[in-house]
């Protein structure tokens, strides 16, 4: 018994200490972590106002539809929901931040995504053959689907 109780007091130091080192170095690693994972700031970019509006030559009714303005690189797309009389206006998402308005650039394609209706209609993607040109000033288009 005297051996086990020799061997318990040794385990129960080691185990001790262990625990002790750990919760010394708890704080070190907090802080560490802490200072690694600083959320990082962007600078968001300078957006334009772009309102418009959505003409169908077939009377298709785009309602509830989106439009989104989609740079040659992808990137900062601009995008508005279509209403009731054809109008929108643009917002762009930056870093989980929405931005009134589209950034400047040339050759943006538009593509107007329809929504599934209750007719079980739509939920297709219109692409639209002219390309628009956002300039540093306040934009407004009219675009036109045949």
């Not at 309102?51 to 169908?56: A, R």
């Amino acid at each position: 018994m005297h051996k086990n109780g020799a061997l318990m007091k040794i385990t129960t130091y080691c185990r001790t200490r262990r625990d002790l080192v750990a919760i010394s170095c708890l704080p070190a690693i907090v802080l560490l972590v802490a200072g690694c994972y600083r959320k990082p700031t962007y600078t968001p970019p300078e957006t334009y106002p772009v309102t418009g509006k959505v003409v169908s030559t077939s009377g298709k009714m785009l309602t509830g539809s989106l439009i989104k303005f989609v740079p040659p690189d992808g990137q900062l797309v601009g995008e508005g929901n279509i209403q009731a009389d054809g109008s929108f206006s643009l917002r762009t998402l930056f870093h989980e931040q929405w931005l009134e308005g589209a950034v400047e650039g040339a050759d943006c394609r538009v593509e107007i995504l329809v929504p599934l209706g209750a007719d079980r209609l739509g939920g297709q993607t219109i692409h639209v053959q002219q390309k628009y040109t956002i300039e540093a000033k306040e934009n407004n288009f009219t675009v036109t689907l045949e």
